[in-house]
């Protein structure tokens, strides 16, 4: 539902462009939620890109330098053109790979250089992966991944290139010394995790939050507005120093012209830092107490009832349903981790959920202006139906397709390179992605930015739009073809007349 109709002619009618929208997948009444939890890395703070992922980026590549890795590293900066989320590291060749929910691959490279067809089906025959080999594929779900997916590009590129080492199938022989593939990857991810646990990005970050984030005024009065109508707590893997510093500045520092100033902490009704989600969906770990004034943890597991202004670390979600009286389908959790907040709230407390996509201000733009390329893949797909449509199991014809399959590859390639090196998070061509399967399967809602929940009242119903399976596509298409059919004769009966 886009547009206020229907309920009275004298009812005002709101029109929201694209990038106001908020998009369903499945049915809310909002009347029915009683409370909206709020993750807060690239939700509630979102950060400058391609600034943020810049500074990731070479935070990694200093740090692999300094531990050992070749100095000509350092020659490579940060390129926002190629790495999107949703990829796939192949550990075991080194490769990127963008799949579908089945496993078949849409893009492959190599370093910087993108594979086609036989070099492809060298690595892999079928051009299909076991996704849920999980010890060899990674999957790169978040927006922090960004930085550390196009490093790894950058090592694979350079070893690649640089005669001092041979090249072999899983990795690069130099003297006695070889390196895998997958041994890079974990060099990468100890530098990623080094990076988090020693503080150093989110120290840059503090000392330059104007720089590296976005702060909305609109944001206060969103979270003003829904704890009117229902309660807010706020649920972040970040400690609770960088949590303040954080929220401090988009809150604190960023009230509307003639309004109050208020507590960050008076936005919410419950406040749980250090989640380590996913697990906070599952067992959860010991929920302590947060003295405010230090920083630091009190002793022993809170069990007492909720207090306003209490800041809280650890737990799980189902602490957060006992500590705010609410129940599944009650909570809206709006977050941006595909699976750390969205797939497994769903799966595994019932919770509505609402995904945020930064990216999808870009994919609206860009499908709105190549939308052309996809309605001539379309029409080029019914082409192909109508020249099978006629033939059966006895029939020896077989129609020459070649140039149809020339054109719609080309249309493909247009299409994704509209959007980047390695195209859009959503879709190679008429394909959905992995990313947009689990979109459409684990978010209810989904929008560029949890802001655009402004546009909407809290009683509004976010209608989804019917689904047709294939035979009811193909049932409805029959009944369409028959009445223009219809009317076409009629037409012709009544001229004659």
């Known amino acids: 539902m886009d547009s206020d109709t229907g309920v009275s002619s004298d009812a005002p009618k709101v029109k929201r462009t694209f990038d106001q929208m908020v998009f369903v997948n499945r049915s809310v009444t909002m009347e029915n939620i009683q409370c909206y939890g709020f993750d807060m890395d690239y939700t509630l703070a979102v950060y400058k890109s391609p600034d943020y992922e810049s500074l990731g980026f070479e935070m990694i590549r200093d740090r ?19 790495p999107t989320r949703g990829l796939v590291i192949d550990t075991a060749f080194g490769n990127l790979l963008k799949v579908d929910s089945n496993g078949n691959i849409l893009v492959c490279s190599h370093g910087f250089r993108f594979l086609k067809g036989v070099d492809i089906h060298n690595y892999y025959p079928n051009k299909f992966i076991q996704r849920d080999d999980t010890d060899r594929f990674h999957i790169l779900n978040t927006l922090f991944n960004l930085s550390e997916t196009y490093f790894y590009s950058c090592l694979v590129d350079f070893f690649t290139r640089c005669n001092r080492y041979t ?3 899983k990795g690069f022989q130099h003297g006695d010394l070889f390196m895998s ?15 988090h646990d020693t503080g150093i990005l989110k120290e840059q970050t503090i000392k330059n939050l104007e720089k590296y984030i976005i702060r909305d005024p609109n944001l206060p009065v969103l979270l003003s507005r829904i704890k009117d109508v229902a309660k807010v707590f706020l649920a972040t893997n970040s400690d609770y120093s960088y949590t303040e510093a954080i929220m401090n500045y988009l809150l604190e520092n960023n009230p509307k012209p003639g309004s109050e100033k208020r507590s960050w902490r008076s936005f919410f009704d419950l406040i749980v830092v250090d989640t380590k989600k996913p697990l906070f969906f599952a067992e959860g770990t010991v929920l302590r107490q947060v003295n405010t004034d230090t920083g630091k943890l009190r002793i022993g597991t809170y069990t007492g009832a909720l207090h306003a202004g209490t800041v809280y670390s650890g737990g799980s979600s189902d602490v957060i349903c006992d500590l705010l009286d609410v129940r599944g389908k009650d909570i809206l959790y709006v977050g941006d981790h595909i699976f750390g907040d969205i797939l497994k709230s769903k799966k595994r407390q019932g919770w509505r959920t609402f995904l945020v996509v930064p990216e999808l201000t870009k994919e609206l733009q860009v499908w709105d202006e190549k939308k052309s390329l996809f309605e001539e893949l379309k029409c080029l797909n019914v082409f192909l139906a109508k020249l099978y449509k006629q033939l059966d199991s006895g029939s020896q014809e077989c129609p020459d397709i070649r140039t149809i399959q020339t054109r719609m590859k080309v249309l493909t390639y247009r299409m994704d390179m509209s959007y980047g090196q390695m195209g859009s998070l959503l879709r190679s061509g008429a394909r959905q992605t992995l990313f947009a399967s689990q979109l459409m399967r684990y978010a209810d809602l989904y929008s560029s930015t949890c802001i655009n929940l402004l546009h909407y009242p809290f009683n509004y119903l976010f209608m989804a739009p019917p689904v047709l399976m294939p035979h009811e596509l193909a049932a409805e298409h029959a009944a369409d073809f028959a009445s223009a059919e219809l009317a076409r004769t009629n037409n012709v009966v009544m001229s004659s007349n």
Do not use: A, H
């Open 64 to 82: 692999m330098v300094s531990v050992g890795y070749p100095r000509e590293l350092l020659r490579y900066t940060y390129d926002p053109s190629f």
């Open 167 to 169: 090249n072999l199938l």
């Open 181 to 195: 593939y997958r041994s890079m990857f974990q060099d990468v991810r100890d530098t990623m995790d080094f990076i």
